[in-house]
């Protein structure tokens, strides 16, 4: 059926080799079939092979995210053979298939709060939201805390050795000293993606965002659409 159909799956899911189109099906059939084969281990109690067969089993589950531009590239990859979830961070593009966890700050002067809310609003479920007080486009990078020994910033170092395109970057590098930190933005952005990565990757039902404003204080807003 595959060879015979193979055009056209390929053209059905934008792939260009049939090598990705043969190592996907082989990675969709394991996740069909492991979980019959997870049961007869544990039944077993063989834990050296339901040990192999977990770390195989996430084999073609994806997930997929990204930052500013590259969130909006998240959101577009919803479609794509193997991938589960979709993290679109500062991101303003709504997603049309699929799960996702969109992350935005509140304090974001390039891509607003109301922007990522909308696209949030927009978006298919299952989705899930988080808002982060005073967070800044930035803050879902190191860029604003990475610095040299004489305590400059990429940005700064960038214009004094006359880097092209350095002044027009700036306006993307909206780092503020009333900003969240960065490890303190950090913290609440990896608890949010590991509960979502864990739920949706790892099956675990025991992974949310429950209790995540109740553990940090810097969270603005969580919301989740299932």
Known sequence: FVLAFQSRIMAGWGLTSAMTLWVTLAALLMNLWMPLFSGVLQGRQDFFWLGWASILGG??????????????AAAGA??????????????NQATTVGASLYLGGTADQIVSWGQTMTAFGSAVKPKRLVGITNGGHLTFSDLCTTKNAAGQDLLQVANAHMVCGAQLAGFLFDCDPSHIDGPSGWTIIDDATSAVLESTLQCNAAASLAGLAQRYAAVATVEEDL
């Open 78 to 91: 919803a479609s794509k053979p193997g991938v589960q979830v979709v993290i679109p961070m500062a991101g």
């Open 59 to 72: 084999v073609g589950r994806v997930a997929v995210a990204g930052h500013s531009a590259g969130a909006n």
